[in-house]
């Protein structure tokens, strides 16, 4: 089956700009979670969604949010960007969430670089 | 942010050679994940563990789910060149108020054929 689709791969902003990132989860997954990954911090969590609403969330500001649709597709949104929101900014699902244990899909992420 | 300590943070080794890395933390969790990341890749799963002292294999691969619920390892036997790459656990449990996944640093493994 298909595995976790993000798009867009790679995308170049400036300062300021805003952007947003979509992805699809596997097919039957109602969980969705976000994270960014940098080499000097690693992967950070962002939030969490499940069956469109926001579980949980990661020590992020308030220019990071996110939102997730009936179809359990998710899109993060980052504003007034910043030099420091270049990332790799990963989508994962799962079938499970809250308590339940449960695996972790990751796509292949997209790239934002802010100049 | 919060990450998982995770060792060596990178190792040199021979094709043929057995390797080792391990991850701990201060809380427990239910659930340990193993995953393999190429540059500009994201995360591939590798194994997943749910139970104390769980021993679990894929291929040339074995994990564990340490007795404490705080620590897991994996071993890689008889690398080869295409095991290049940094090798990430995550360890889910309830922390700062919430179930969630924390990532540990990651170990960056390189073989020399």
């Known amino acids: 089956k298909a595995g976790v689709t993000q798009t867009p791969r790679y995308l170049i902003k400036t300062r300021g700009q805003q952007v947003t990132l979509s992805c699809s989860p596997i097919?039957?997954?109602?969980?969705v979670s976000w994270y960014q990954q940098t080499p000097g911090q690693g992967l950070q969590f962002l939030f969490e969604?499940?069956?469109?609403?926001?579980?949980n969330k990661g020590n992020f500001p308030g220019r990071f949010s996110g939102r997730q649709f009936s179809n359990s597709r998710s899109e993060m949104n980052v504003s007034t960007l910043e030099l420091g929101d270049s990332a790799l900014y990963l989508c994962?699902?799962?079938?499970?969430?809250?308590?339940?244990?449960?695996?972790?899909?990751f796509g292949e992420g997209s790239r934002l670089t802010v100049l | 942010g919060q990450q998982l300590n995770q060792s060596p943070q990178s190792m040199f080794i021979q094709e043929g050679e057995d390797v080792s890395m391990n991850c701990t933390s201060s809380?427990?969790?239910?659930?340990w994940l193993w995953y393999k990341q190429d540059p500009g890749e994201g995360p591939v799963l590798l194994i997943a563990?749910?139970?104390?002292?769980e021993l679990t294999s894929n291929g040339r691969l074995t994990a564990q789910f340490g007795i404490t619920r705080k620590d897991s390892f994996l071993n890689i036997s008889a690398s080869i060149p295409s095991d290049v790459g940094i090798y990430f656990c995550?360890?889910?449990?309830?922390?700062?108020?919430?179930?969630?996944?924390?990532f540990g640093t990651g170990t960056r493994l390189k073989v020399l054929a």
């Open positions: 969604y499940f069956s469109e609403t926001q579980r």
């Open positions: 994962a699902s799962s079938l499970a969430s809250g308590r339940a244990p449960g695996e972790l899909f």
């Open positions: 995550a360890g889910r449990g309830f922390t700062s108020g919430t179930y969630k996944y924390i």
């Open positions: 563990l749910y139970k104390a002292g």
């Open positions: 809380s427990i969790f239910n659930t």
């Open positions: 097919s039957g997954h109602r969980s």
